[in-house]
């Protein structure tokens, strides 16, 4: 929180996505933290991808030092710290925590989603009224018996706790556009499936982690019939194919 509406020094990567010095600092502050308490494992990072490293065992962190890193610049507080341990390619534990806001997101497999500790899950699904985010180029997608139900949900700036709304149960759906990266899913991915629903790719299967290449075609998360109807409609969006 050091940074947080403090104006940190920013810089442009790859021309259009900003990082910060606090993405920076961060990122140092949890690799120290995280490896000298397990010095086996791998290491996956957004802001060092180049000093990705190979674990020893089978278990790697993947981690996104502050997902949403446009909106901490804004000051909104819609942004997180992410870490997960990924095993053969599936989270198996994951936090997502968001000091601005005060929560903190997590699950280990098996054992449930929680925030700040109470047990969550995502919310029934009712006959109109939805709440669907990601690009409305992507929800326009959908059938139009669907799209009469679904109001549009407004800006989140962190992937990871858009999906974790979804998993406490205060956002039904979201579409993720191509080229979302490991860090932006992988904790989230964990905590949303153990509060009851999914991220899936266009043939209904969960994208795989920990590969050579870290970005995923376009995904939708979710739970029930909204989510097979979403699953259905990723065919039709440009760059949806593996």
Request: one cysteine or more; aromatic letters at 8%.
């Amino acid at each position: 929180m050091r940074y947080f509406k403090q104006n940190p020094e920013v810089w442009m990567k790859g021309g259009t996505s900003p990082v910060s010095e606090a993405d920076y600092a961060a990122d140092r502050y949890l690799f120290k933290t995280l490896l000298d308490a397990r010095p086996g494992y791998g290491w996956l990072s957004e802001e060092t991808v180049e000093n990705r490293r190979t674990a020893t065992g089978e278990r790697s962190f993947i981690v996104d030092p502050i997902d949403g890193t446009r909106g901490f610049l804004e000051g909104n507080p819609q942004w997180c710290v992410s870490v997960a341990i990924v095993e053969q390619g599936r989270t198996i534990a994951g936090v997502l925590e968001c000091p601005a806001s005060g929560e903190r997101f997590e699950a280990q497999r098996g054992g449930g989603g929680r925030l700040n500790g109470v047990p969550i899950r995502v919310r029934a699904q009712g006959d109109t009224n939805l709440s669907l985010g990601g690009p409305k180029l992507m929800g326009g997608l959908l059938p139009a018996a669907w799209r009469a139900r679904i109001r549009p949900y407004s800006y989140v700036p962190s992937l990871a706790y858009r999906i974790a709304l979804i998993a406490s149960g205060r956002l039904d759906a979201t579409f993720i556009k191509p080229n979302a990266h490991d860090w932006d899913i992988a904790a989230a991915m964990l905590i949303l499936e153990e509060a009851g629903g999914l991220v899936l790719n266009e043939y209904g299967r969960q994208p795989e982690l920990g590969l050579d290449d870290p970005r995923h075609a376009a995904l939708a998360a979710g739970s029930g019939p909204l989510l097979e109807v979403m699953v259905e409609a990723l065919a039709e969006y440009p760059g949806s194919a593996d």
